[in-house]
């Protein structure tokens, strides 16, 4: 697939957002999927609220607690404390708050955040946001991070590439996307043509 079409949205542009969502739809029917995944919560919330597809979509944090819960994925419990930051268009915009939470309690020592899910700081970027400049967002990211280390955390954990990104641009501070610290404590592969297999460095 292409771009969702939600960042051109919000800045106005909606007759190209328009076509990447036209095109978006005819790859996805045409491919025969049932399920669609995506690691972008601004791309889940377009897919969900703005088009109008008939398969399942899912964020990935909501796929990989499903492969965990159901057995086909099974990861070992980090000893690490970390901090679980809540991206804005997936807590607020989508309600999402439970399963990157699910998945961390199996994977490492989750710690709190001083304000979390509704009451979340934001990570200070937006692709869409053309009224606040560079200053302003990074005092709005500092916000975020001092947030995050209220418990004095080991690494902190997001699930979007645009946090990600954000607070890696402040600190050499561990910050990764839930995926990957899955992937760290994972014990074998996932399951799915019926057998295990170690996972293959």
């Known amino acids: 697939t292409i771009c969702c079409g939600r960042p051109l ?7 190209q957002a328009n076509t990447l969502k036209e095109k978006n739809t005819q790859l996805i029917l045409q491919s025969g999927i049932k399920t669609l ?6 791309c889940f919330q377009s897919f969900t609220k703005e088009y109008n597809l008939d398969i399942e979509i899912l964020h990935h944090s909501q796929y990989i607690e499903r492969l965990i819960k159901s057995g086909k994925l099974k ?9 679980y930051h809540d991206p804005c268009e997936l807590g607020r915009g989508c309600g999402i708050y439970k399963e990157p939470r699910q998945i ?11 304000h979390e899910k509704e009451e979340s700081i934001c990570c ?14 990074t005092q709005i990211r500092d916000a975020a991070m001092n947030n995050l280390m209220y ?12 946090c990600k990104r954000a607070f890696n641009h402040a600190t050499d501070f561990p910050v990764k996307d839930i995926a990957e610290i899955v992937r760290e404590n994972m014990i074998k592969k996932i399951n799915i043509y019926g057998y295990d297999e170690k996972i293959l460095e």
């Open 151 to 162: 418990k004095n955390p080991d690494q902190i954990c997001t699930a979007c590439p645009m």
């Open 37 to 42: 995944i995506t690691s972008c919560p601004i």
């Open 124 to 137: 200070g970027i937006n692709l869409g946001d053309t009224l606040i400049d560079i200053r302003q967002q």
């Open 75 to 83: 990861v070992n419990k980090s000893t690490l404390k970390t901090a």
């Open 104 to 114: 961390l309690k199996k994977a490492t020592h989750l710690v709190k955040a001083k």
């Open 9 to 15: 949205m919000q800045q106005g542009f909606e007759k």
